[in-house]
């Protein structure tokens, strides 16, 4: 399994567009092969800067969904907004511990 | 490296007091030893629902942070306040791919 964790910050004028562009973002991906979550969320100390949490059944189908034209358009579109911080890291998911 | 995702929905009666509590936890784990990454966010989907996204440098170091006092008092809390859908997992991270 993969497990991932995005960032990126919006200028303040943007804030409502993010969101929503963000929800719509969710919304597609999840129901996309291989895709077993996509969570979007802002950051409490940081209004503005939203959290992108995947988790994918490969690696293969994380690289399907980045290849989709959508993806691009979106990161695009983000960028266009005045985001430059964009970071996305993806892991090898090893052994897991349910803590609670 | 151990990445830890968790989740939990406060009643909306007690939303302004747990972003506050999530935040303060967030301040204070920052602080200890082996913690590279403590973020506090909201669910844009779902206000109310939280997410804890952690990174740390060993699983000795999580549990070192699990096991203190002010952890078991906060995990009460939470459920003084109704919450009833706290879970925690984490992972050992394998070989990492910068996406973006």
Request: with cysteine; charged share 15%.
């Amino acid at each position: 399994m993969i497990l991932s964790h995005g960032t990126l910050t919006f200028p303040a004028q943007h804030l409502d567009t993010a969101r929503q562009m963000l929800r719509d973002l969710a919304a597609q991906t999840r129901t996309e092969e291989g895709c077993l979550l996509y969570l979007v969320s802002e950051n409490l100390d940081t209004p503005g800067q939203f959290l992108i949490t995947e988790q994918w059944e490969s690696m293969d189908a994380m690289q399907a969904h980045l290849a989709l034209p959508g993806v691009g358009e979106a990161v695009q579109a983000v960028q266009k907004m005045g985001v430059n911080d964009l970071t996305i890291t993806a892991w090898e998911a090893g052994g897991a511990t349910k803590i609670m």
